[in-house]
């Protein structure tokens, strides 16, 4: 399957999310430095604690939830702001959620890397490598009960190395649970290069050892992901059971807002603008004429005004009442 096979309004609807995550997240860090210099409080400005943006690797989250219905669950990361975009998180309460504003998902307590919205069936934690035994409780789940809806559990690199990966995988793959594991391989765990903590090249060479099917594929083109995860989707639906799919990505900035990324080679970076997805999927909607400059400006110029809507949105909303501080959790709440 080539992009040629792609209806046109699937190609502008996956442009247009790529394109919004982007200019989300570098609207977000403009606003996270806002009060922080020089000495980089990390709880002053109107973004408190860390910030990890996931410019650079768009194309995994675009390219699955582009196959994923209302009912289908994903797992994301600490780093998970494109998948809760592309799983069609509202913006506005995940923005006031990220500024800790009593209008967001959770009322302002979970924060960036906690962001739940039950509504679209999405979740993510800061919790290195939790996501792949949820993703196998809700694939017990749908099995369970007769039903074709599948999870997506994401991870990187990093949390490939984690107990939970490996027992997921194979609890999944026991019970042909319909979870696809979808590991972003941005060749870094904080400052850890990937080969100083993975004995093997790729992490789908791992699937192999549970008896499922694991691609590598190379996150600078956004179709290619399109195509591996359309095949992981159709099988979970079918009742075939858990594929594994690693997505080759390359991070734009820092594991987290204010790192200064001493360890990363200049070569490194040089490579991540090289394989930037977003600029890779532009170029290629414009020499196969698929789209023109005025379409996607028309789509730049939308994206804008709905981040800037919902940067708006949270910026006036209140913050929590501080009664509300001992709500919805275990301590002494109701
Ligand atoms: C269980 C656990 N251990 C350690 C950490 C600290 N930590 C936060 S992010 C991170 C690295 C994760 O690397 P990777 O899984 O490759 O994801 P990336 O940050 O590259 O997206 C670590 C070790 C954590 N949050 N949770």
């Not at 039950?118 to 035994?133: E, H």
Request: net charge negative; aromatic share 8%; glycine share 10%.
């Amino acid at each position: 399957m080539g992009v040629e096979e792609i209806p046109k309004e699937t190609l502008l609807e996956m442009y247009r999310t790529m394109h919004k995550i982007r200019t989300y997240e570098e609207t977000l860090a403009k606003w996270y430095y806002e009060g922080k210099s020089p000495r980089f409080d990390i709880s002053a400005g109107p973004i408190p604690g860390e910030l990890h943006l996931s410019s650079g690797q768009e194309s995994a989250a675009v390219g699955m939830c582009i196959h994923l219905k209302p009912e289908d669950a994903v797992i994301g990361t600490h780093r998970a702001h494109h998948f809760a975009i592309a799983k069609g998180v509202d913006l506005k309460k995940m923005t006031a959620e990220i500024f800790g504003k009593a209008t967001g998902l959770s009322g302002g307590k979970g924060g960036h890397m906690h962001l739940f919205d039950v509504s679209k069936n999405f979740s993510c934690s800061g919790i290195v490598g939790a996501s792949f035994p949820q993703a196998v409780g809700v694939g017990i789940a749908a099995k369970l009960k007769g039903e074709d809806y599948v999870a997506v559990a994401v991870g990187g690199d990093g949390a490939a190395n984690q107990g939970t990966f490996h027992e997921a995988l194979n609890l999944a793959a026991v019970w042909k649970l319909p979870v696809i594991f979808l590991i972003e391989d941005n060749g870094w765990a904080i400052s850890v290069p990937k080969e100083k903590s993975t004995a093997v090249a790729k992490n789908s060479e791992r699937a192999k050892a549970y008896g499922i099917p694991g691609v590598s594929v190379d996150g600078a083109d956004v179709i290619a992901v399109y195509e591996v995860a359309k095949e992981a989707v159709e099988r979970a639906r079918r009742g075939e059971g858990p594929s594994l799919i690693e997505v080759r990505t390359y991070r734009l900035r820092g594991h987290f807002e204010g790192d200064p990324q001493l360890y990363r080679p200049k070569e490194d970076l040089e490579l991540a603008k090289e394989k930037d997805p977003l600029r890779n999927f532009e170029k290629l909607l414009l020499e196969k004429g698929i789209a023109t400059e005025e379409e996607l400006s028309r789509i730049r110029e939308e994206n804008e005004k709905e981040v800037q809507e919902a940067i708006d949105f949270a910026l006036k909303s209140p913050y929590p009442e501080p009664e509300e501080a001992l709500k919805g959790v275990f301590a002494g709440g109701d």
